[in-house]
Protein backbone atom coordinates (compact mmCIF):
# COMPACT_ATOMS: atom_id res chain seq x y z
CA UNK A 1 0.00 0.00 0.00
CA UNK A 2 0.95 3.29 -0.84
CA UNK A 3 -0.07 6.96 -0.94
CA UNK A 4 0.66 9.85 -3.19
CA UNK A 5 1.01 13.45 -2.22
CA UNK A 6 1.35 16.11 -4.97
CA UNK A 7 1.75 19.78 -4.00
CA UNK A 8 1.69 22.70 -6.48
CA UNK A 9 4.43 25.10 -5.96
CA UNK A 10 3.70 27.95 -8.19
CA UNK A 11 0.33 29.28 -10.55
CA UNK A 12 1.45 29.30 -14.29
CA UNK A 13 0.75 33.04 -15.23
CA UNK A 14 2.23 33.78 -18.78
CA UNK A 15 2.04 37.29 -19.82
CA UNK A 16 2.42 39.22 -23.92
CA UNK A 17 2.06 42.46 -24.39
CA UNK A 18 0.86 43.23 -27.88
CA UNK A 19 1.21 46.30 -30.04
CA UNK A 20 0.23 47.19 -33.50
CA UNK A 21 0.24 50.34 -35.88
CA UNK A 22 -1.69 49.90 -39.10
CA UNK A 23 -2.16 52.59 -42.26
CA UNK A 24 -4.19 52.32 -45.22
CA UNK A 25 -5.48 54.01 -48.28
CA UNK A 26 -7.60 53.86 -51.36
CA UNK A 27 -6.24 55.68 -54.54
CA UNK A 28 -8.55 55.41 -57.46
CA UNK A 29 -5.88 55.41 -59.94
CA UNK A 30 -8.65 56.13 -63.03
CA UNK A 31 -12.42 55.83 -63.18
CA UNK A 32 -11.97 52.21 -64.31
CA UNK A 33 -9.21 51.05 -61.45
CA UNK A 34 -9.05 51.52 -57.66
CA UNK A 35 -6.03 50.36 -55.90
CA UNK A 36 -5.88 49.55 -51.65
CA UNK A 37 -2.57 49.97 -50.06
CA UNK A 38 -1.68 49.37 -46.32
CA UNK A 39 0.74 48.30 -44.13
CA UNK A 40 0.47 46.73 -40.69
CA UNK A 41 3.03 46.87 -37.98
CA UNK A 42 2.69 44.26 -34.73
CA UNK A 43 4.88 43.79 -32.13
CA UNK A 44 4.64 41.03 -29.64
CA UNK A 45 6.57 40.74 -26.66
CA UNK A 46 8.35 37.01 -26.22
CA UNK A 47 7.08 34.83 -23.70
CA UNK A 48 7.58 35.02 -19.89
CA UNK A 49 5.78 34.75 -16.71
CA UNK A 50 4.74 36.92 -14.42
CA UNK A 51 6.79 35.79 -11.79
CA UNK A 52 9.50 34.29 -13.91
CA UNK A 53 8.17 31.00 -12.56
CA UNK A 54 8.88 29.13 -15.80
CA UNK A 55 11.24 26.05 -17.08
CA UNK A 56 13.78 26.15 -19.86
CA UNK A 57 15.93 23.53 -21.39
CA UNK A 58 19.22 24.35 -21.86
CA UNK A 59 21.54 22.12 -24.24
CA UNK A 60 24.54 23.03 -23.06
CA UNK A 61 24.16 23.32 -19.59
CA UNK A 62 25.73 20.69 -17.38
CA UNK A 63 22.54 18.47 -15.55
CA UNK A 64 23.08 18.94 -11.74
CA UNK A 65 21.53 15.03 -11.02
CA UNK A 66 23.48 13.23 -13.83
CA UNK A 67 26.90 15.81 -14.71
CA UNK A 68 25.76 15.46 -18.33
CA UNK A 69 25.32 17.83 -20.67
CA UNK A 70 22.07 19.22 -21.37
CA UNK A 71 19.88 20.53 -17.91
CA UNK A 72 16.68 22.05 -17.36
CA UNK A 73 17.11 25.33 -15.92
CA UNK A 74 14.90 28.05 -14.56
CA UNK A 75 15.78 31.60 -15.88
CA UNK A 76 14.55 34.85 -14.89
CA UNK A 77 13.25 37.32 -17.94
CA UNK A 78 11.74 36.03 -21.39
CA UNK A 79 12.74 33.24 -23.18
CA UNK A 80 12.95 34.65 -26.43
CA UNK A 81 14.44 37.59 -28.28
CA UNK A 82 12.40 40.30 -29.28
CA UNK A 83 11.06 40.63 -32.98
CA UNK A 84 10.57 43.93 -34.49
CA UNK A 85 10.43 43.01 -37.89
CA UNK A 86 6.66 41.68 -38.28
CA UNK A 87 5.80 44.69 -40.90
CA UNK A 88 2.36 43.03 -42.99
CA UNK A 89 1.96 45.14 -46.16
CA UNK A 90 -1.64 44.52 -47.43
CA UNK A 91 -2.03 45.57 -51.72
CA UNK A 92 -5.80 45.24 -53.67
CA UNK A 93 -6.81 46.38 -56.96
CA UNK A 94 -10.47 46.21 -58.50
CA UNK A 95 -10.19 47.02 -62.36
CA UNK A 96 -13.64 47.54 -64.24
CA UNK A 97 -11.75 46.79 -67.53
CA UNK A 98 -15.69 46.91 -69.24
CA UNK A 99 -19.22 47.04 -69.28
CA UNK A 100 -20.63 44.77 -66.55
CA UNK A 101 -17.07 42.94 -65.82
CA UNK A 102 -14.45 43.09 -63.05
CA UNK A 103 -11.18 42.09 -62.05
CA UNK A 104 -10.26 42.11 -58.40
CA UNK A 105 -7.22 40.70 -57.20
CA UNK A 106 -4.96 41.18 -53.47
CA UNK A 107 -1.88 40.52 -51.60
CA UNK A 108 -1.48 40.28 -47.82
CA UNK A 109 0.41 39.42 -45.21
CA UNK A 110 -0.49 38.64 -41.79
CA UNK A 111 1.68 38.12 -38.51
CA UNK A 112 0.05 34.98 -36.15
CA UNK A 113 -0.11 35.35 -32.06
CA UNK A 114 2.47 33.38 -30.83
CA UNK A 115 0.93 32.24 -27.43
CA UNK A 116 1.88 28.60 -26.15
CA UNK A 117 1.20 25.44 -27.18
CA UNK A 118 -0.75 24.88 -24.33
CA UNK A 119 -1.85 24.71 -21.00
CA UNK A 120 1.42 24.97 -18.46
CA UNK A 121 3.88 25.25 -21.11
CA UNK A 122 7.82 25.36 -19.82
CA UNK A 123 6.64 24.77 -16.36
CA UNK A 124 8.14 21.78 -15.39
CA UNK A 125 9.74 21.02 -11.69
CA UNK A 126 7.01 23.66 -10.24
CA UNK A 127 4.80 20.54 -9.21
CA UNK A 128 6.09 18.70 -5.98
CA UNK A 129 5.28 14.87 -5.31
CA UNK A 130 6.19 12.35 -2.54
CA UNK A 131 5.18 8.74 -2.01
CA UNK A 132 4.36 7.41 1.64
CA UNK A 133 4.59 3.75 1.73
CA UNK A 134 6.31 1.05 4.35
CA UNK A 135 9.80 -0.16 3.99
CA UNK A 136 10.52 -2.64 1.23
CA UNK A 137 8.70 -5.70 2.44
CA UNK A 138 6.51 -4.23 5.20
CA UNK A 139 2.85 -5.85 4.06
CA UNK A 140 1.27 -3.44 6.23
CA UNK A 141 -0.68 -0.29 4.84
CA UNK A 142 0.97 3.23 4.64
CA UNK A 143 -1.19 5.14 7.12
CA UNK A 144 -4.36 4.74 8.62
CA UNK A 145 -7.00 7.51 7.48
CA UNK A 146 -8.21 7.95 10.72
CA UNK A 147 -5.56 9.07 12.28
CA UNK A 148 -3.51 10.90 9.19
CA UNK A 149 -0.50 10.76 7.04
CA UNK A 150 2.62 10.64 8.75
CA UNK A 151 4.97 14.33 8.09
CA UNK A 152 4.90 14.82 4.51
CA UNK A 153 8.58 16.44 2.91
CA UNK A 154 8.60 17.77 -0.11
CA UNK A 155 12.31 18.16 -1.71
CA UNK A 156 12.05 22.11 -2.74
CA UNK A 157 14.92 24.23 -4.09
CA UNK A 158 15.36 27.23 -2.45
CA UNK A 159 14.44 28.49 -5.87
CA UNK A 160 10.60 27.17 -5.32
CA UNK A 161 11.20 24.57 -7.85
CA UNK A 162 11.17 20.55 -7.01
CA UNK A 163 13.89 18.55 -9.30
CA UNK A 164 13.28 15.28 -10.49
CA UNK A 165 14.45 12.42 -7.97
CA UNK A 166 15.51 9.15 -9.08
CA UNK A 167 16.95 7.25 -12.07
CA UNK A 168 13.92 6.43 -14.35
CA UNK A 169 14.78 8.91 -16.97
CA UNK A 170 12.08 8.51 -19.19
CA UNK A 171 9.67 9.82 -16.88
CA UNK A 172 11.66 13.22 -16.69
CA UNK A 173 10.41 14.93 -19.40
CA UNK A 174 11.80 19.09 -20.27
CA UNK A 175 10.17 21.93 -22.42
CA UNK A 176 12.81 23.73 -24.56
CA UNK A 177 11.08 26.93 -25.72
CA UNK A 178 13.17 28.39 -28.98
CA UNK A 179 15.49 31.08 -28.15
CA UNK A 180 14.96 32.53 -31.63
CA UNK A 181 11.15 32.37 -32.02
CA UNK A 182 9.43 34.33 -33.92
CA UNK A 183 6.12 35.07 -35.07
CA UNK A 184 4.73 32.82 -37.41
CA UNK A 185 3.18 35.00 -40.49
CA UNK A 186 0.89 33.64 -43.63
CA UNK A 187 0.86 35.10 -46.80
CA UNK A 188 -2.76 35.39 -48.64
CA UNK A 189 -3.11 36.14 -52.44
CA UNK A 190 -6.04 35.97 -54.67
CA UNK A 191 -7.40 37.09 -58.27
CA UNK A 192 -11.07 36.74 -59.53
CA UNK A 193 -13.36 37.80 -62.08
CA UNK A 194 -16.90 39.15 -61.39
CA UNK A 195 -19.83 39.15 -64.43
CA UNK A 196 -22.85 40.66 -63.79
CA UNK A 197 -24.71 38.94 -66.15
CA UNK A 198 -28.31 40.17 -65.36
CA UNK A 199 -29.23 43.58 -62.91
CA UNK A 200 -29.92 40.48 -60.64
CA UNK A 201 -27.41 37.70 -60.95
CA UNK A 202 -23.46 37.58 -60.82
CA UNK A 203 -21.47 34.88 -61.60
CA UNK A 204 -17.23 34.93 -60.25
CA UNK A 205 -14.36 33.04 -61.09
CA UNK A 206 -11.38 32.95 -58.37
CA UNK A 207 -8.48 31.89 -57.19
CA UNK A 208 -7.16 31.91 -54.02
CA UNK A 209 -3.70 30.89 -52.64
CA UNK A 210 -1.74 31.15 -48.67
CA UNK A 211 1.27 29.91 -47.49
CA UNK A 212 1.80 29.49 -43.62
CA UNK A 213 5.77 30.23 -42.78
CA UNK A 214 7.44 29.46 -39.43
CA UNK A 215 3.98 28.28 -38.29
CA UNK A 216 4.39 26.57 -34.45
CA UNK A 217 4.96 22.95 -33.69
CA UNK A 218 6.37 20.72 -30.68
CA UNK A 219 8.99 18.36 -31.78
CA UNK A 220 10.56 15.94 -29.23
CA UNK A 221 13.96 16.57 -30.22
CA UNK A 222 15.43 13.48 -27.79
CA UNK A 223 14.87 10.80 -30.34
CA UNK A 224 17.39 8.28 -31.44
CA UNK A 225 18.41 9.06 -35.32
CA UNK A 226 17.46 6.20 -37.66
CA UNK A 227 20.62 5.61 -39.36
CA UNK A 228 22.28 5.28 -35.60
CA UNK A 229 23.87 2.22 -36.97
CA UNK A 230 23.66 -0.21 -39.97
CA UNK A 231 24.16 -3.68 -38.21
CA UNK A 232 21.05 -5.59 -37.20
CA UNK A 233 22.67 -6.53 -34.09
CA UNK A 234 23.74 -2.82 -33.27
CA UNK A 235 20.13 -1.77 -34.21
CA UNK A 236 18.67 -4.37 -31.75
CA UNK A 237 20.39 -4.00 -29.08
CA UNK A 238 19.68 -0.31 -29.20
CA UNK A 239 15.89 -1.15 -29.62
CA UNK A 240 16.23 -2.90 -26.31
CA UNK A 241 18.08 -0.02 -24.58
CA UNK A 242 16.62 2.96 -26.29
CA UNK A 243 17.07 5.50 -23.28
CA UNK A 244 20.55 4.83 -23.41
CA UNK A 245 21.47 5.88 -26.96
CA UNK A 246 18.93 8.95 -27.00
CA UNK A 247 20.56 12.52 -27.62
CA UNK A 248 20.49 13.06 -23.73
CA UNK A 249 19.54 9.81 -21.67
CA UNK A 250 18.92 11.23 -18.80
CA UNK A 251 15.78 13.02 -20.40
CA UNK A 252 12.48 11.51 -21.69
CA UNK A 253 10.94 13.66 -23.74
CA UNK A 254 12.26 17.37 -24.36
CA UNK A 255 9.79 18.98 -26.02
CA UNK A 256 10.88 21.45 -28.56
CA UNK A 257 8.06 24.45 -29.64
CA UNK A 258 9.77 26.40 -32.31
CA UNK A 259 9.11 27.78 -36.00
CA UNK A 260 8.47 24.36 -37.45
CA UNK A 261 5.65 24.41 -39.46
CA UNK A 262 5.13 25.39 -43.47
CA UNK A 263 1.91 24.94 -45.12
CA UNK A 264 0.52 26.18 -48.17
CA UNK A 265 -3.19 26.31 -49.93
CA UNK A 266 -4.57 26.84 -53.35
CA UNK A 267 -8.11 26.80 -54.65
CA UNK A 268 -10.35 27.88 -57.59
CA UNK A 269 -13.99 29.16 -57.21
CA UNK A 270 -16.95 29.25 -59.39
CA UNK A 271 -20.18 30.99 -57.88
CA UNK A 272 -23.16 32.07 -58.63
CA UNK A 273 -25.22 34.40 -56.66
CA UNK A 274 -29.05 35.65 -57.81
CA UNK A 275 -29.69 38.72 -55.46
CA UNK A 276 -33.01 38.57 -53.84
CA UNK A 277 -35.46 39.12 -56.60
CA UNK A 278 -39.37 37.64 -56.36
CA UNK A 279 -38.91 36.33 -53.00
CA UNK A 280 -35.99 34.22 -53.75
CA UNK A 281 -32.21 34.71 -53.58
CA UNK A 282 -29.39 32.12 -54.45
CA UNK A 283 -25.90 31.38 -53.53
CA UNK A 284 -24.12 28.32 -54.71
CA UNK A 285 -20.28 28.14 -55.26
CA UNK A 286 -17.96 24.76 -56.21
CA UNK A 287 -14.65 25.05 -54.82
CA UNK A 288 -11.32 22.62 -56.14
CA UNK A 289 -8.40 22.67 -53.67
CA UNK A 290 -5.51 21.40 -52.03
CA UNK A 291 -3.90 22.42 -48.68
CA UNK A 292 -0.11 20.61 -48.25
CA UNK A 293 1.79 20.31 -44.64
CA UNK A 294 4.01 18.76 -42.49
CA UNK A 295 1.22 18.80 -39.42
CA UNK A 296 -2.18 20.30 -39.20
CA UNK A 297 -1.72 22.03 -36.04
CA UNK A 298 -0.13 23.68 -33.52
CA UNK A 299 0.48 21.27 -31.16
CA UNK A 300 2.72 18.25 -30.67
CA UNK A 301 4.03 16.99 -34.08
CA UNK A 302 5.48 12.80 -34.27
CA UNK A 303 6.38 11.71 -37.26
CA UNK A 304 8.79 8.88 -39.20
CA UNK A 305 11.87 11.14 -37.56
CA UNK A 306 12.43 14.37 -36.18
CA UNK A 307 15.74 14.62 -38.43
CA UNK A 308 13.95 14.30 -41.82
CA UNK A 309 10.39 15.87 -41.17
CA UNK A 310 9.72 16.35 -44.71
CA UNK A 311 9.17 12.60 -44.71
CA UNK A 312 5.93 14.31 -43.16
CA UNK A 313 4.52 16.60 -46.15
CA UNK A 314 1.57 15.72 -47.39
CA UNK A 315 -2.12 16.81 -47.80
CA UNK A 316 -3.09 18.25 -44.77
CA UNK A 317 -5.76 16.63 -42.53
CA UNK A 318 -8.32 19.14 -43.44
CA UNK A 319 -7.80 19.25 -46.88
CA UNK A 320 -10.75 18.82 -48.69
CA UNK A 321 -10.64 18.82 -52.77
CA UNK A 322 -13.90 19.35 -54.01
CA UNK A 323 -16.84 21.28 -52.17
CA UNK A 324 -19.77 22.14 -53.30
CA UNK A 325 -22.66 24.62 -51.36
CA UNK A 326 -25.93 26.24 -51.98
CA UNK A 327 -27.54 28.38 -50.08
CA UNK A 328 -31.10 29.55 -51.00
CA UNK A 329 -34.20 31.72 -49.09
CA UNK A 330 -37.76 31.78 -50.30
CA UNK A 331 -40.66 33.89 -49.11
CA UNK A 332 -43.65 31.05 -49.44
CA UNK A 333 -45.85 32.72 -52.47
CA UNK A 334 -48.86 32.40 -48.92
CA UNK A 335 -50.06 35.49 -46.68
CA UNK A 336 -51.24 39.16 -46.92
CA UNK A 337 -48.82 41.11 -49.91
CA UNK A 338 -48.46 37.04 -51.63
CA UNK A 339 -49.11 35.31 -54.29
CA UNK A 340 -51.97 33.16 -52.69
CA UNK A 341 -53.88 34.01 -49.52
CA UNK A 342 -53.20 37.55 -50.29
CA UNK A 343 -56.69 38.46 -47.93
CA UNK A 344 -56.83 35.65 -46.17
CA UNK A 345 -58.52 36.06 -42.35
CA UNK A 346 -55.99 36.91 -39.81
CA UNK A 347 -56.00 33.65 -37.82
CA UNK A 348 -55.74 31.39 -41.27
CA UNK A 349 -52.96 34.29 -42.34
CA UNK A 350 -51.27 33.40 -38.60
CA UNK A 351 -50.66 29.93 -39.37
CA UNK A 352 -49.97 29.69 -42.91
CA UNK A 353 -49.13 32.75 -44.39
CA UNK A 354 -45.58 35.07 -44.23
CA UNK A 355 -43.72 31.90 -43.84
CA UNK A 356 -39.84 32.29 -45.18
CA UNK A 357 -37.57 29.10 -46.25
CA UNK A 358 -34.04 29.07 -46.01
CA UNK A 359 -32.13 25.68 -47.57
CA UNK A 360 -28.50 24.82 -47.10
CA UNK A 361 -26.79 22.19 -49.03
CA UNK A 362 -23.09 20.86 -48.77
CA UNK A 363 -21.50 17.79 -50.67
CA UNK A 364 -17.59 17.78 -50.06
CA UNK A 365 -14.98 14.99 -50.32
CA UNK A 366 -13.54 13.37 -47.15
CA UNK A 367 -10.56 14.64 -45.30
CA UNK A 368 -7.26 12.38 -45.79
CA UNK A 369 -6.43 10.30 -43.52
CA UNK A 370 -3.22 7.40 -43.57
CA UNK A 371 -2.14 3.99 -42.22
CA UNK A 372 -0.64 2.47 -39.05
CA UNK A 373 0.83 -1.05 -38.60
CA UNK A 374 0.95 -3.09 -36.26
CA UNK A 375 1.08 -6.97 -34.75
CA UNK A 376 4.26 -7.22 -37.28
CA UNK A 377 7.06 -9.58 -35.59
CA UNK A 378 9.61 -7.57 -37.01
CA UNK A 379 11.01 -4.94 -34.66
CA UNK A 380 11.96 -1.52 -35.14
CA UNK A 381 13.66 1.38 -33.70
CA UNK A 382 10.74 4.32 -31.75
CA UNK A 383 8.79 5.71 -34.40
CA UNK A 384 5.31 6.14 -36.38
CA UNK A 385 5.16 2.58 -37.96
CA UNK A 386 3.78 2.91 -40.73
CA UNK A 387 2.94 -0.10 -43.43
CA UNK A 388 4.59 -0.69 -46.62
CA UNK A 389 2.70 -1.12 -49.64
CA UNK A 390 2.24 -5.05 -51.00
CA UNK A 391 4.38 -5.54 -54.06
CA UNK A 392 2.29 -4.16 -57.17
CA UNK A 393 -0.16 -2.51 -55.26
CA UNK A 394 -0.82 1.31 -55.68
CA UNK A 395 -2.36 3.52 -53.63
CA UNK A 396 -5.74 3.18 -55.81
CA UNK A 397 -6.11 -0.44 -54.60
CA UNK A 398 -6.39 0.47 -50.95
CA UNK A 399 -9.99 1.42 -51.80
CA UNK A 400 -12.70 -0.95 -52.41
CA UNK A 401 -16.35 -1.34 -53.55
CA UNK A 402 -18.48 -0.60 -49.84
CA UNK A 403 -22.27 -1.02 -49.32
CA UNK A 404 -23.21 1.84 -46.80
CA UNK A 405 -26.01 -0.35 -45.95
CA UNK A 406 -24.76 -3.82 -46.65
CA UNK A 407 -25.46 -6.83 -44.22
CA UNK A 408 -24.18 -6.97 -40.81
CA UNK A 409 -22.88 -3.69 -40.78
CA UNK A 410 -23.50 -2.78 -36.99
CA UNK A 411 -21.09 -5.89 -36.20
CA UNK A 412 -17.30 -5.39 -36.57
CA UNK A 413 -16.25 -8.98 -36.89
CA UNK A 414 -18.99 -9.62 -40.07
CA UNK A 415 -19.37 -5.84 -41.48
CA UNK A 416 -17.87 -5.00 -45.12
CA UNK A 417 -14.38 -3.64 -45.46
CA UNK A 418 -14.06 -0.27 -46.78
CA UNK A 419 -10.55 -0.30 -47.58
CA UNK A 420 -8.41 -3.49 -48.53
CA UNK A 421 -5.76 -5.01 -45.99
CA UNK A 422 -4.06 -6.50 -48.71
CA UNK A 423 -3.00 -3.58 -50.31
CA UNK A 424 -0.25 -3.29 -47.56
CA UNK A 425 2.68 -5.25 -46.15
CA UNK A 426 4.79 -5.00 -42.98
CA UNK A 427 8.27 -3.41 -43.65
CA UNK A 428 12.05 -5.20 -42.79
CA UNK A 429 13.24 -4.96 -39.20
CA UNK A 430 14.68 -1.13 -38.52
CA UNK A 431 13.05 0.03 -41.51
CA UNK A 432 10.45 2.95 -41.72
CA UNK A 433 7.08 1.85 -43.69
CA UNK A 434 6.86 3.83 -47.15
CA UNK A 435 3.31 4.13 -47.13
CA UNK A 436 3.07 8.58 -46.87
CA UNK A 437 0.92 10.29 -44.77
CA UNK A 438 -2.82 10.85 -45.37
CA UNK A 439 -2.87 9.16 -48.91
CA UNK A 440 -6.68 8.78 -49.51
CA UNK A 441 -9.59 10.18 -48.44
CA UNK A 442 -12.34 9.28 -46.04
CA UNK A 443 -15.82 9.19 -46.43
CA UNK A 444 -17.13 12.36 -48.27
CA UNK A 445 -20.56 14.15 -46.54
CA UNK A 446 -23.96 15.24 -48.46
CA UNK A 447 -25.32 17.55 -45.28
CA UNK A 448 -28.91 19.50 -45.68
CA UNK A 449 -29.71 21.85 -43.41
CA UNK A 450 -33.48 23.74 -43.69
CA UNK A 451 -35.01 26.23 -41.87
CA UNK A 452 -38.78 27.87 -41.74
CA UNK A 453 -39.46 31.04 -40.15
CA UNK A 454 -41.87 33.85 -39.82
CA UNK A 455 -42.67 37.12 -38.16
CA UNK A 456 -45.62 37.61 -35.80
CA UNK A 457 -46.57 40.84 -35.00
CA UNK A 458 -47.95 41.10 -31.24
CA UNK A 459 -48.29 45.21 -30.86
CA UNK A 460 -46.84 48.33 -31.89
CA UNK A 461 -43.59 47.87 -30.58
CA UNK A 462 -43.62 43.93 -29.79
CA UNK A 463 -42.53 41.50 -32.99
CA UNK A 464 -42.34 38.17 -32.27
CA UNK A 465 -39.96 35.20 -34.24
CA UNK A 466 -41.30 31.90 -34.65
CA UNK A 467 -38.34 29.55 -36.53
CA UNK A 468 -37.70 25.93 -36.82
CA UNK A 469 -34.40 24.58 -37.88
CA UNK A 470 -33.85 21.11 -38.74
CA UNK A 471 -30.36 19.45 -38.66
CA UNK A 472 -30.21 16.63 -41.66
CA UNK A 473 -33.39 15.70 -42.42
CA UNK A 474 -32.89 13.09 -44.43
CA UNK A 475 -30.82 11.30 -41.29
CA UNK A 476 -27.95 10.84 -43.96
CA UNK A 477 -25.30 9.12 -42.03
CA UNK A 478 -21.84 10.97 -42.11
CA UNK A 479 -19.48 8.15 -41.61
CA UNK A 480 -15.94 8.84 -39.97
CA UNK A 481 -12.56 7.14 -41.67
CA UNK A 482 -12.39 3.38 -41.40
CA UNK A 483 -9.61 1.71 -38.91
CA UNK A 484 -6.46 2.11 -40.74
CA UNK A 485 -3.83 0.14 -38.47
CA UNK A 486 -2.94 -2.89 -40.52
CA UNK A 487 -2.93 -5.65 -38.03
CA UNK A 488 -2.27 -9.26 -40.16
CA UNK A 489 -2.85 -11.01 -37.03
CA UNK A 490 -6.13 -9.33 -35.93
CA UNK A 491 -7.04 -8.50 -39.92
CA UNK A 492 -11.11 -8.44 -39.15
CA UNK A 493 -11.06 -4.91 -37.83
CA UNK A 494 -9.18 -3.44 -40.19
CA UNK A 495 -10.76 -1.67 -43.10
CA UNK A 496 -14.50 -1.14 -40.66
CA UNK A 497 -16.30 1.94 -40.50
CA UNK A 498 -17.41 1.89 -36.97
CA UNK A 499 -17.67 5.29 -36.02
CA UNK A 500 -19.73 8.93 -37.80
CA UNK A 501 -18.54 12.20 -38.04
CA UNK A 502 -20.20 15.58 -37.28
CA UNK A 503 -21.08 16.24 -33.46
CA UNK A 504 -24.75 17.47 -31.94
CA UNK A 505 -24.15 21.17 -33.57
CA UNK A 506 -20.90 20.33 -35.82
CA UNK A 507 -20.59 19.89 -39.38
CA UNK A 508 -22.81 17.00 -40.26
CA UNK A 509 -24.21 15.82 -37.28
CA UNK A 510 -26.90 13.59 -35.94
CA UNK A 511 -30.89 15.22 -36.94
CA UNK A 512 -32.88 17.40 -34.78
CA UNK A 513 -35.34 19.88 -34.79
CA UNK A 514 -35.49 23.31 -33.19
CA UNK A 515 -38.20 25.28 -32.87
CA UNK A 516 -37.66 28.75 -31.63
CA UNK A 517 -40.16 31.39 -30.42
CA UNK A 518 -38.95 34.83 -29.91
CA UNK A 519 -39.57 38.67 -28.76
CA UNK A 520 -38.17 41.79 -29.93
CA UNK A 521 -39.41 45.19 -28.58
Not at 156 to 183: E, K, L
Request: glycine fraction near 10%; aromatic fraction near 14%; include cysteine.
Amino acid sequence: MRADFTRDLATWLPRWWTNSLYFQDDWKLTPQITLNLGVRWQYETPYRTKYDQQSQFSPTATDPLTGRQGALLHPAGALAGRDLKNFQPRVGMAYSFRRNWVFRGGFAVNTLDLWTNGLQENFEEYLATTVVQPPPGDPDVAFYLSKGPPPIRMNIQPNGTSPFVGTNYSGRNASYYDPNMRSPYIMNWNAGFQWQMASNMLVELSYQGSAGVGLLNRWDINVIPLNIATSFADLDRIRRAAQNYKPYPHFGSIYNYGNYGHNTYHSGTLRFEKRYSRGLSLTSFYTWAKAIDEFSNDGGASGVTFYNRSLEKARADYDVAHRWVTYVTYELPVGRGRAFLNDAHWLLNGFLGDWNLAVIQSLETGAPFGFTQTGSSNVYLPMVQRPDMAPGKTYGDIRIPWDRHGPCRHTVACALPWADINAFAYPPSFTPGQAGRNIINGPGMIWHQVSLAKRIPVGERIKGMLRVDVNNPFKRPFFAAPNSAVNFRNPQAFGKITSSQGSYSGIGGRTYIYAIFKLEF
